[in-house]
């Protein structure tokens, strides 16, 4: 049973313009959530996070956004770069030693 | 700093053949995980370890094992390797559990089980 979801398998962007990556979760115990990026051969790397207490959480180009009513969280990347493409996983954990990772979104940013 | 390092990157595997998985962290972080990433999946956690000698069970720990003798060190056990465990495994580490801090991965483990 998937805990996390990212419905959107991949997505296209134009260099300059603004990416939304969506994650949705069902667990409402999990009060931490993180963001990672995947290049083709390389393990995933932090990219950002934010914990239950917070909505939004910004870091450069880099923000998430959570909805703890809706259990959504998004990523907002702008403006977007070519660099920028790569697979981005969702996570969450609740307190414990467990992160619960979505299927990931393949972004796409076109120059 | 090398951060997690993983070895074999690549491996094929027949039916029945057993192999480790090596993973080794030079940040002396007390947290450790294996993950494994099959096709169009998220990660899932296989077994994880918070200190030397400790380890526990995650979402998919069964045709596993690993072993958690030092800080450095957490090897991942394949007994009776079957076409199922054909996947990326992954190694992280983290310096503090999971609801707080971030994992640091390895570069991963292509393994195929023909």
């Known amino acids: 049973d998937q805990q996390v979801k990212q419905n959107s398998p991949s997505l296209s962007v134009q260099e300059g313009r603004i990416s939304i990556l969506n994650c949705d979760y069902t667990n409402s115990m999990f009060d931490y959530f993180l963001w990672y990026k995947k290049y083709p051969a390389e393990g995933p790397t932090f990219l950002i996070s934010?914990?239950?207490?917070?909505d939004k959480n910004e870091d450069g180009r880099f923000t998430v956004f959570l909805n703890k009513s809706a259990k959504h969280l998004s990523l907002h990347i702008v403006p977007s770069q070519p660099g920028d493409s790569a697979v981005y996983f969702c996570?969450?954990?609740?307190?414990?030693?467990?992160?619960?990772f979505g299927t990931g979104t393949s972004l796409t940013v076109i120059p | 700093n090398a951060g997690v390092t993983q070895t074999p990157k690549f491996r094929i595997l027949k039916i029945g053949q057993s192999m480790t998985l090596q993973c080794t962290q030079d940040?002396?972080?007390?947290?450790m995980y294996w993950y494994r990433q099959d096709p169009g999946m998220g990660l899932k956690l296989i077994y994880y370890s918070v200190g030397a000698g400790i380890t526990d069970k995650g979402e998919v720990p069964n045709g596993y094992n690993v072993s958690r003798s030092t800080t450095e060190d957490f090897p991942l056990r394949l007994e009776l390797a079957a076409p199922s465990q054909t996947s990326v495994y992954f190694c992280?580490?983290?310096?503090?559990?999971?609801?707080?801090?971030?994992?640091?991965f390895g570069e991963g483990s292509r393994l195929t089980v023909l």
């Open positions: 934010i914990s239950s207490i917070k």
């Open positions: 996570a969450a954990s609740s307190s414990g030693n467990q992160f619960y």
């Open positions: 992280a580490s983290s310096y503090t559990p999971a609801a707080t801090g971030e994992l640091f």
């Open positions: 940040m002396n972080h007390n947290y």
